[in-house]
């Protein structure tokens, strides 16, 4: 075995030599190669060293079959040295094959390590900023021939200056670099380090934040780890941790071990004391203020009276958690509801709040209001004695709470009793906009309670979703899809001017832009819908033959109708709707949450050849890649309505499932190759996570 150190100190001492010792029947013995210049970077695998110099000169030596490392090769580049790599030795060879170089003229080269053409330049590639380091790593890929199970791919990544990632297949015998990738993955400079996940080789990248590189199941994953900034990272073996990466982070030193290879997200479990229903976030803390609500329960002081009352005196039974014994089962029509302020980082409990008098929380909103701008308000829709069916209840309230001087605790500032339930808040010009049932009404901050300033009446259903965008108000009925409404300051009126053909039963909307809504229905549909352009062109063109229009309306309904632009059958019900960008150097997606605990993003396409790409390769895929009971995929997602200008992404992916024959005939149809298409796959994923 050989092992070699280099010593790189902050008072500068400039090394110029290269100490070499290795173990020879546990006798040590060291060498010395005096060289002319400044030693800058090295690398090394078990018999080969190479090391750069101040210049751009490289030396190569080896470890030859008496285990004596020798001069083999020099060579003077063009070129000062930034970062140096050599291969992994592959198995049943004696050396390497491939040396790869990064230079201060913005690129990188590859050199041959054989005995007749050693370090003799193979491939070149240009970067669009400096290198900060390289990296030749071979994973175990799908096949790339019809003849093999699987194969042992070369790659070369290159770490930029700029935070940019980028990923080139190495030919393993001309050395010839092909298929470029390219990554974001931070705002810092990307250092690379060789690991071990699964006895296979894999890399991690450390920018920003740090990023792991790996093949699981004979596919490429390149995912962010859940952990702090790392500044140096190395793979780290012991009896307790097998496969592990010691890094430093600042001035610590941090043992991890990543954990559940293969899933995209990462996730922490915090125990709740009822099932949370909204959460919202504090805009300049982040802390989490969730609303937990639960049916057929007892509050917490009544399980604490009922448990004495089981215990009769007997400590041990009220030590007894109620994961072993659970909880008593409370009649119907009674509910238990708290507010919890949640520290996102070290995810612990600021303050939890319990409603008393059987009230349930619905809705929840954090606002400020024009008469106290720099305070904020967290307002808590809640209903008393509530009895879903028959409907029944005894009264709704806003509880209105302010923060305390931290922000850590809750304080009640009033409440304001309403004839229904709270479904949803928003903000309007300072004002609270709130659904009061069937009731769309507008509030103003008192001392005492919330002032009544306006109200729209001529719904026939209760009001779930209320968002603002400009001047407009996107307002959802429970069972008739979107209304789009506007205020009149002047005449201190709501009115409707637009709504939907269709009637949806909503459970989640978002506007997209001030003419685009997205919504989804309890049948597993999501679509979007659009306004005419001649809308506000009307308005200010003619506002008293306008105002005739929008009172006497249009087919039973508002003056203008919205046009479906996109629809498509999910297979599971959608609980949430989000426009967001998951990635800061990506354009926004729609980001959906279903019943039963996925998620899933809609990412808008930029060109059209992007577009006819993806049409086609769907199209083909309903005929190569037919489901497991033969099931029509166009007929299943157009399961409530014809499927609409979207695509099937989750169709798409199976393009990597098929057969290499499979794959080559769709890619001919397709006038690309196998690898392009995946690449094409790729880069999509890659816009979104």
Not at 185 to 209: E, T, W, Y
Not at 264 to 290: A, G
Not at 481 to 494: E, G, P, T
Not at 518 to 542: H, M, Q, S, T
Request: proline letters at 4%.
């Amino acid at each position: 075995l050989i092992y070699c150190f280099f010593f790189f100190s902050s008072r500068r001492r400039h090394t110029r030599f290269l100490p070499v010792s290795w173990a020879r029947r546990c006798v040590q013995e060291t060498d010395q190669w005096v060289t002319e210049g400044r030693i800058i970077k090295a690398t090394t695998n078990p018999r080969q060293v190479v090391i750069g110099l101040v210049g751009g000169e490289i030396i190569y030596f080896e470890l030859d079959s008496m285990n004596n490392l020798s001069e083999v090769e020099k060579a003077t580049l063009e070129s000062d040295i930034i970062c140096l790599d050599i291969g992994s030795i592959p198995e049943g060879r004696q050396r390497s094959k491939f040396l790869v170089a990064g230079l201060t003229d913005n690129t990188v080269r590859i050199f041959s390590l054989d005995v007749e053409s050693c370090l003799h330049r193979l491939s070149t590639q240009a970067l669009p900023s400096p290198a900060e380091s390289v990296s030749l790593l071979e994973m175990r890929m799908q096949r790339m021939q019809e003849n093999q199970e699987s194969a042992s791919q070369l790659f070369l990544h290159v770490g930029l200056t700029n935070g940019v990632l980028l990923r080139t297949a190495v030919d393993n015998i001309t050395g010839q670099l092909t298929d470029t990738r390219t990554r974001f993955l931070g705002s810092k400079p990307v250092k690379l380090f060789k690991i071990q996940l699964q006895k296979s080789p894999a890399m991690l990248a450390l920018s920003s934040r740090p990023w792991i590189c790996y093949t699981y199941l004979q596919k490429y994953f390149m995912t962010p780890l859940s952990y702090d900034q790392l500044d140096f990272a190395s793979s780290f073996c012991s009896s307790e941790c097998h496969e592990g990466i010691v890094g430093i982070a600042q001035n610590t030193l941090r043992i991890i071990s990543p954990e559940r290879l293969g899933e995209i997200f990462n996730q922490t479990i915090v125990p709740l004391r009822y099932s949370p229903r909204k959460m919202v976030i504090h805009p300049e803390t982040h802390n989490l203020i969730i609303m937990e609500t639960e049916q057929r329960v007892f509050s917490e002081t009544e399980k604490q009276n009922i448990k004495h009352q089981m215990a009769q005196g007997n400590q041990e039974f009220l030590e007894i958690p109620e994961q072993q014994i659970g909880v008593p089962r409370a009649t119907k029509g009674r509910w238990a509801s708290c507010l919890r302020i949640l520290e996102p980082i070290e995810l612990k409990t600021l303050s939890l709040l319990e409603l008393e008098n059987n009230e349930a929380a619905f809705s929840i909103y954090i606002t400020s209001f024009a008469q106290r701008e720099s305070e904020l308000f967290v307002l808590v829709g809640t209903v008393k004695d509530y009895v879903h069916e028959p409907r029944s209840h005894s009264g709704g309230f806003i509880h209105t709470y302010k923060f305390s001087e931290t922000g850590a605790q809750l304080e009640l500032v009033h409440k304001t009793p309403v004839e229904d339930i709270p479904y949803s808040f928003c903000n309007f010009k300072g004002r609270l906009l709130v659904s009061i049932g069937n009731l769309l009404r507008i509030y103003d901050l008192g001392k005492k309670k919330l002032l009544k300033k306006c109200e729209y009446r001529h719904f026939m259903n209760p009001i779930n979703t209320i968002n603002v965008f400009g001047e407009r108000i996107f307002c959802t009925d429970m069972a008739d899809s979107f209304h789009v409404m506007r205020y009149k300051s002047k005449d201190n009126q709501l009115f409707e001017f637009a709504d939907d053909v269709l009637p949806r039963w909503i459970t989640a909307a978002c506007v997209l832009d001030y003419w685009t809504v997205c919504g989804a229905d309890k049948f597993e549909n999501v679509f979007i819908c659009r306004l005419p352009k001649n809308v506000d062109e009307d308005i200010d063109e003619d506002p008293l033959s306008y105002k005739f229009k929008w009172e006497t309306g249009y087919l039973n309904g508002a003056a203008f109708k919205m046009e479906q632009i996109c629809n498509f059958y999910t297979g599971d019900l959608i609980t949430c709707l989000l426009k967001t960008s998951l990635v800061s150097t990506s354009q926004e997606v729609i980001l959906y949450g279903t019943s039963s605990g996925s998620i899933g993003a809609f990412y808008p396409f930029e060109t059209r050849e992007d577009i006819d790409f993806f049409l086609h390769m769907e199209m083909y895929l309903r005929i190569e890649a037919l489901p497991l009971c033969g099931r029509d995929h166009m007929g299943y997602r157009s399961s409530y309505g014809p499927v609409k200008n979207v695509i099937d992404g989750d169709l798409c992916e199976q393009f990597s499932r098929l057969d290499y024959g499979k794959q080559k005939v769709l890619s001919e149809e397709l006038d690309r190759t196998p690898a392009e298409v995946l690449k094409k796959l790729e880069d999509i994923r890659n816009r979104i996570l």
